[in-house]
């Protein structure tokens, strides 16, 4: 089957950094994007690789290893706002949505 | 550019009965909308794939006599649940495909409506 995993959840302090690692198991697989839900909210996009290497995006970066399945999103100078979770998904004949991460930041 | 709307942003209706739901990309056309849906705490799941014209592609597990799609035009997909029950209670999402190289950042990218959190008592 198709499948990417997340962690569950990651805590941060405000102005720390965190990275949310993303490994997928898919077929036909284009590249990977990242987006950002907040509670009661539609997902919206932060970022896309569709190449090995590191892209970025103000505080947000993200990172494709397509020879070992593996992605990150990581995020530098947390603020309160950026408390939502984050989703991996990977673009095979459709968008495939990773198991999400929870992220909370604390003052 | 790319928007893409849902409407109502929240229904509570009986169980027994019947619930549709439009999404409009507002400002560009899709050929391909998708219909998921997400229960608290969890991931989009991907019910349907609409092509415009065409019949919808269901995923495996998703009852297509009860979660009717119509993608009548480039700009409107809708989605019935019929005979709605408790268990379908859930955030319903869709998105549109915008055009490669055009709209998007990304391959084949997708813009999401705001959903729909529909109650079923």
């Known amino acids: 089957g198709q499948s990417l995993e997340q962690p569950s959840e990651v805590t941060a302090v405000e102005g720390a950094i965190v990275q949310i690692n993303c490994t997928y198991q898919?077929?036909?697989?284009?590249?990977l994007s990242w987006y950002q839900q907040h509670d009661g909210g539609a997902p919206t996009f932060l970022s896309y690789?569709?190449?090995?290497g590191l892209e970025e995006t103000g505080r947000f970066s993200s990172f494709l290893s397509r020879s070992d399945s593996y992605g990150y999103l990581l995020l530098q100078e947390l603020q309160m706002k950026d408390s939502a979770s984050y989703f991996c998904a990977a673009y095979t004949d459709k968008l495939i949505f990773g198991t999400g991460t929870r992220l909370q930041v604390f003052p | 550019g790319a928007v893409v709307s849902q409407h109502p942003s929240r229904v509570i209706c009986k169980s027994g009965t019947s619930v549709k739901i439009e999404c409009r990309s507002l400002?560009?056309?899709?050929?391909?909308m998708f219909w998921y849906r997400q229960f608290p705490k969890q991931s989009l799941m991907l019910m349907a794939t609409?092509?415009?014209?065409?019949?919808?592609?269901?995923e495996q597990g998703v009852e297509k006599d009860k979660f009717l799609i119509n993608h009548a035009s480039l700009t409107l997909s809708t989605l019935t649940v019929t005979s709605a029950h408790p268990e379908d209670s859930s955030f319903y999402i869709c998105?549109?495909?915008?055009?490669?190289?055009?709209?998007?950042?990304?391959?084949?990218?997708?813009?999401f409506g705001p959903g729909t959190r529909l109650t079923v008592l």
């Open positions: 898919t077929s036909g697989f284009y590249g």
């Open positions: 400002d560009f056309q899709a050929t391909t």
């Open positions: 998105s549109a495909e915008g055009l490669a190289g055009v709209l998007s950042r990304a391959y084949n990218e997708q813009f």
């Open positions: 609409s092509n415009e014209g065409s019949k919808a592609t269901y």
């Open positions: 690789n569709a190449l090995d």
